[in-house]
């Protein structure tokens, strides 16, 4: 059994949670909100992130972050993306120093462009090989109805990617492993950006034609950033890759394709941000993505588009129109 800290008690945080408590592991969960706290600690329900799912004994919560790293084995971090540097340079002293430092968030930071695993390595100074992502077609509810799901364990350091492996594997969920951290991180968060495109199609009233072809050229699209920047290619047509562009493309449980669908519908972005308080990571990070596409040297159309109409510089029917509309004469179907 390992002592396992979570910061924080979102969707996904708490569905992950559950995965580690079904494998036998002692959690404790982080949430900055007492409410939250005492749901979790005396209702045994998040009651705003995943209502209806009865947490275990072996889960509990406090809003003080010392409390919740004291002793752990392993600190699994799952705050927005945009806000892991800042809440991590107030608990990195209080982080055990030999813990293994799991990212299970899927986008890349503004301005810096660094993937979460890069923002954990600074902000932390840990060695790289001590920091893991799990990464896969893992949407929170179905996770915490214990619905059959599979994931990847990435970590550069082999040895403590089978670690995590053994710790994470339970009754509903399959982890693999795998050394390629940036493909699966690069993966995680593009798939969000194709999320928001297919959302787009479906919102306007497009069927399946329009999604599938969206989501092979995000596919594509993706594999070029990742592999130009030193990815293994196989990662792609991974769980990480390929398994989870297909669960956030095909489920109303996602929230980008969701995002993308109010966009498609004629929402505009702030209009769908003061709608809800859950995260659409694909909003922020397509244009961290589109700048390192632009940084590395490919081409990245859909993450362009996507940026442009979250931005309300294009609306989401012109979007479609420039894909078909695209000149093809370099790029293989
Ligand atoms: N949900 C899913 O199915 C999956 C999500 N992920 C990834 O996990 C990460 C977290 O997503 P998810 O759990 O779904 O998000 P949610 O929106 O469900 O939860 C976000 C959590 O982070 C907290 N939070 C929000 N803003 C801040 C902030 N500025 N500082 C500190 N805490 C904050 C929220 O607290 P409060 O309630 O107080 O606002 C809440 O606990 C994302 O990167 C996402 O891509 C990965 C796989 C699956
Ligand atoms: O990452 C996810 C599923 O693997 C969750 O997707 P959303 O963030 O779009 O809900």
């Known amino acids: ?17 559950l995965v580690l408590a079904d494998a036998g592991n002692d959690v404790t969960l982080w949430a900055r909100r007492d409410e939250v706290v005492d749901a979790i600690n005396d209702r045994r329900e998040n009651t705003d992130y995943l209502p209806g799912i009865e947490l275990p004994p072996s889960i509990s919560a406090s809003t003080d972050p010392e409390q919740v790293a004291a002793d752990a084995d392993v600190v699994v971090l799952t705050v927005p ?28 930071e503004l301005g810096t462009l660094m993937r979460m695993s890069e923002v954990i390595q600074e902000v932390t100074d840990a060695s790289a090989e001590r920091i893991a992502v799990i990464s896969g077609p893992n949407l929170a509810r179905e996770i915490a109805r214990r619905e059959p799901a599979a994931s990847v364990v990435a970590c550069l350091d082999e040895e403590r990617a089978k670690q995590l492996q053994a710790i994470t594997h339970g009754p509903s969920f ?12 690069i993966g995680g968060a593009y798939k969000n950006v194709v999320g928001l495109a297919v959302g787009m199609a479906v919102g306007l009233g497009f069927g399946d034609n329009t999604t599938a072809s969206v989501i092979t050229r995000g596919l594509a699209e993706t594999a070029r950033l990742a592999t130009a920047q030193g990815a293994n290619p196989l990662t792609l047509m991974g769980l990480a890759g390929l398994g989870d562009l297909v669960a956030t493309c095909s489920s109303p449980l996602s929230r980008n394709r969701t995002f993308g669908e109010r966009l498609g519908q004629g929402m505009t972005t702030e209009e769908i941000y003061a709608s809800t308080r859950q995260v659409a990571e694909g909003a922020k990070s397509c244009k961290s993505l589109l700048a390192l596409a632009e940084r590395t040297g490919v081409d990245a159309p859909i993450a362009a588009a996507v940026d442009a109409v979250v931005d309300g510089k294009m609306t989401a029917l012109d979007m479609m129109n420039s894909f078909i509309a695209r000149d093809t004469k370099a790029e293989m179907g």
Do not use: H
């Open 81 to 108: 993306s945009q806000s892991l540097r800042e809440n991590l340079a107030s608990w990195a002293p209080i982080l055990p120093s030999d813990a293994t430092l799991v990212s299970l968030m899927k986008g890349v």
């Open 1 to 17: 059994m390992s002592k396992i800290a979570v910061f924080s008690a979102g969707s996904w945080g708490t569905a992950f949670s």
């Open 174 to 185: 399959r982890p693999y492993t795998s050394v390629d951290v940036l493909g699966c991180e």
